[in-house]
C-alpha cells in the first residue's frame, strides 16, 4: 500500500492553527472545571502541542478506544485504557487527532455525559465531515479535509509515519 508522501499541511501551518485552537479553548473554559481528554495513540502529538497553549487551568487525561474487538461487531465501543480520572461535574474537552465517520466519538461523547459531564465538546485537528456517518460537532478543528489518507503528526498508518512534523497524504503506489 505505501506509496508517494505528498505534503497536506505543513509543520508551521501546524503551529499557528494550535495556538489558535489553544487561545479559544482558553476563552471558552474560562473559570471553569476543565478535563482535557486526549485519545490515544493518534492525538498525543496534537494534545501536547494544544495543552501548551491553553491558558486556564486544566487536568489531562488519556483513553484508548478500538471500535469493535476480535468477535465483536463493528460499533461498539471498548476502552483499551479507561480514564483515571472523574469526569463528574467537569467541563470536559476530548481532543482527537481526526474526525472521520465520527462514530467512536459520538459513542465517547455521549457516555461521558452519561458519566455526569457539565459540558463535553469535541477538538480535532483534522476534520472530514463530509465523510461523517454520526451525529457529531467538532467544536475546535484545526483543518477541514475532504479527502486522502493522512498520516503524520500522530496520524499513523500500521504505526509508521506518526513521528512526521506535518501532515501528509499517503498515496498508493502505482499498480497496486
Request: hydrophobic share 45%.
Amino acid at each position: 500500500m505505501p506509496g508517494k508522501l505528498l505534503p497536506v499541511i505543513t509543520k508551521e501551518c501546524i503551529a499557528e492553527k494550535v495556538a489558535e485552537i489553544g487561545a479559544a479553548i482558553s476563552r471558552e473554559y474560562e473559570g471553569k472545571d476543565l478535563l482535557v481528554v486526549g485519545v490515544l495513540k493518534g492525538a498525543f502529538m496534537f494534545l501536547a502541542d494544544v495543552v501548551r497553549h491553553i491558558t486556564v487551568p486544566a487536568h489531562v487525561d488519556f483513553v484508548r478506544l478500538s471500535s469493535y474487538g476480535a468477535s465483536d461487531r463493528p460499533g461498539d465501543l471498548h476502552f483499551l485504557q479507561d480514564l483515571e480520572t472523574s469526569c463528574q461535574g467537569k467541563h470536559v474537552l476530548v481532543v482527537e487527532d481526526i474526525v472521520d465517520t465520527g462514530n467512536s466519538m459520538a459513542m465517547l461523547l455521549k457516555l461521558l455525559k452519561v458519566r455526569g459531564a457539565a459540558s463535553v465538546k469535541l477538538c480535532a485537528l483534522i476534520d472530514k465531515a463530509e465523510r461523517r456517518t454520526a451525529e457529531v460537532t467538532v467544536d475546535f478543528h484545526g483543518f477541514r479535509l475532504a479527502k486522502g489518507f493522512l498520516v503524520g503528526y500522530g496520524l499513523d498508518f500500521a504505526e509508521d509515519y506518526r513521528c512526521l512534523p506535518g501532515v501528509y497524504e499517503l498515496s498508493q503506489q502505482e499498480g497496486h
